[in-house]
């Protein structure tokens, strides 16, 4: 993933320019991760609702099993990365494994567009092994932009999620409609995802040569400068801060765990619980997972205005402290998913407000730990294990969609009461995450004093 570690790179070759301060580069990168995510998120936003349904032409799976393999499909999703990203950083660098992933990501999309199931299978493995290619390698093109130490990494990263948000909320706001409306349909949506796709591959093979200049190329250039700094062993203070990181990286699997509910149980919550009709529209039940990228989009910009205003008073909190903060904000999130599905559980359709206060709460705990920990992974982790590291972080996401997929394929024996009973009905089953996420806070909270000292001064 790393063509050559930071330390030894020029500034991105691109200087910080007057009005943005951010290097060029960066821009770039933001564009062409948009419209990755714009086809992931887009195309996720229906996995579910296309694999469960009998009515339009979808496969006629039960919920259960679609929550099931949708938790598969997201496991490989993000556990590829760490194989693209160990081919990028010994073989081919990341704009070229960045163009072959976004190759076979768009040819995956377009076979899903085909109404054959060898199709659906076909389109799926493409587009893992496409995101294997993509994904890790563009975030850790980011922190090429930065030598250590440099102030506007962490800026960085939040306008490089904005982007990944601003991908996500248009594809789901876009591919949603296609693939729930009557006239248009699943395949449709699936198309547009590979539209988009390919969008972010012309403007990355357009501008990368400007904007991006020596950064990502294939490893032989720097081979010299790796060799000499893969020598040796690592110093004691390295040694800690690759604790630090791999204890946070664990910790997030909590996280995702029960964010994931997103594309499965809480999808079909929105699909089957919730009055979406507006003005006599009713809309499509993808619409509603648009909300979380929609509010990070509006509220990614207080949040670096908070960090950066406690920071001057000296007070910005450690990321551990703002990680368990996540998870509280998580688990309120969930509160209101309890109470929305004791009330749903009477057989009426209830308000989306529920599932809307869920994923602004989501989305604020999303802001306490992802844009923060991406950038901790490149502060944190010694150069020569930089982009293995960003792969692990991923993986860490892989096996929390495995266990998003896995609980949510439970949702149905929960709410009949058939595991423990507590409140009845699909309340006992959001109930869990909950649980877990209020546990990952306290946890998190504990080990704060101890992850702290393992970072020597890059804990915020
Ligand atoms: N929303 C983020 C993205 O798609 C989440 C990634 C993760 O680490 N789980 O980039």
Known sequence: MMSAPIAERPTGAAPATGVLRQPPGLYLLFAVEMWERFSYYGMRAILVLFIADSARGGLGWSQSAA????????FFAYALPVAGGYVADRFIGTQRAMIIGGLTIAAGHFCLAVPALPMFYLGLTLVVIGTGFFKPNVSTMVGQLFRQG???????????????????????????YFGESPRWGWHYAFGAAGVGMLFGLALHMRLKRKYLPGIGEAPDRQAVAKAKLSAGPLTREERDRLTALLVIILLTIPFWMAFEQAGSSMNFFAAERTNRVVWGYTFPASWLQSVNSGVLILSAPLFAALWTALARRGRE?????????????????????????ERSDRGV???????????????????????????????????????LLMGLWFFATSISELLAGQLASITGKVARGELFHLFGGQADFYFIFVTSSALAAVALAVFAPWLRRRMHGRDT
């Open 349 to 387: 359709l209830v308000s989306p407000w529920w599932l809307i206060g869920a994923y602004a709460l989501h989305t604020f705990g999303e802001l306490c730990l992802s844009p923060i920990g991406l950038s901790l992974v490149t502060k944190l982790s010694p150069l020569k294990f930089a982009s």
């Open 150 to 176: 440099d102030g506007r990494r962490d800026g960085a990263f939040t306008i490089f999620y904005m982007g990944v948000n601003v991908g996500a909320f248009f594809g789901q706001i876009v591919c949603g």
């Open 67 to 74: 929550s099931r393999f949708f938790g598969l499909y997201g």
């Open 317 to 341: 909190p450690s990321t551990p402290a703002k990680m368990s903060a996540a998870m509280v904000l998580l688990a309120g999130g969930f509160v209101f998913m309890v109470l929305g599905a």
